[in-house]
């Protein structure tokens, strides 16, 4: 198997979230509308985990990956391979605002009913880490690069490829498993901020592989 990379795992990613998100809006997946957005959701996961605060990277995060992207089943090597190029991915993102108080850890056993609520464990498991990060410090100025709701929108606009552009968003409210932030493309930013988003910021860029 050849290696992954850090930018066909950014790409693979970004591509089923937009692909999910096309999905929804076709009546003709009206039936299916259910697993799709917990599909989404978990894709969402995934690509966030790409852009999010460097983080520990474990087995049960390469396979949420994994399976946010692909049915097929992973081997040990195949694990690693996802891990390495997940940790060659983590930008360097600033912690988004810390609640008041941090959420306890969500957690994981064998007794999951499927592999959307196990990647949704992980990726808040993620998160939570990256709270307490950003929590650590005790203060209460809001960290670089996020930009607050309520002061500033940002431009409705398309990628080269025709998508619409994507943004990190921080939710306003309790998501299933707690406060967490995850990604948004902008139409859906401008339109529902008021009653799901607090903070926004760019995707940060790939990491830049150093020419020897």
């Known amino acids: 198997m050849s290696p992954i990379t850090k930018e066909q795992l950014r790409e693979r990613a970004r591509a089923k979230v937009k692909s999910l998100e096309f999905s929804i809006t076709q009546t003709a997946f009206a039936d299916s509308r259910s697993e799709l957005e917990e599909e989404l959701e978990l894709a969402r996961i995934a690509l966030a985990s790409l852009e999010a605060e460097a983080v520990a990277v474990t087995d049960d995060m390469a396979y949420a990956f994994h399976h946010a992207l692909s049915d097929s089943s992973l081997g040990a090597d195949d694990v690693e391979e996802i891990k390495a190029a997940l940790r060659a991915a983590f930008a360097n993102v600033t912690a988004p ?50 930009v607050a709701c309520s002061e500033r929108l940002p431009p409705e606009g398309y990628e080269p490829d025709g998508g619409a552009v994507c943004y990190l968003v921080w939710h306003k409210n309790e998501v299933d498993c707690g406060p967490q932030y995850s990604i948004s493309n902008v139409f859906f930013l401008r339109k529902h901020w008021e009653r799901n988003f607090t903070h926004w910021m760019p995707l940060p860029a790939a990491p830049q592989q150093e020419v020897k």
């Open 97 to 146: 605002p810390a609640p008041a108080s941090v959420p306890a850890a969500m957690e994981m056993d064998d007794d999951f009913d499927s592999a959307f609520e196990h990647g949704k464990a992980v990726g808040w498991n993620a998160y939570r880490a990256a709270m307490l990060q950003g929590a650590a410090g005790n203060s209460p100025v809001i960290p670089d690069g996020w």
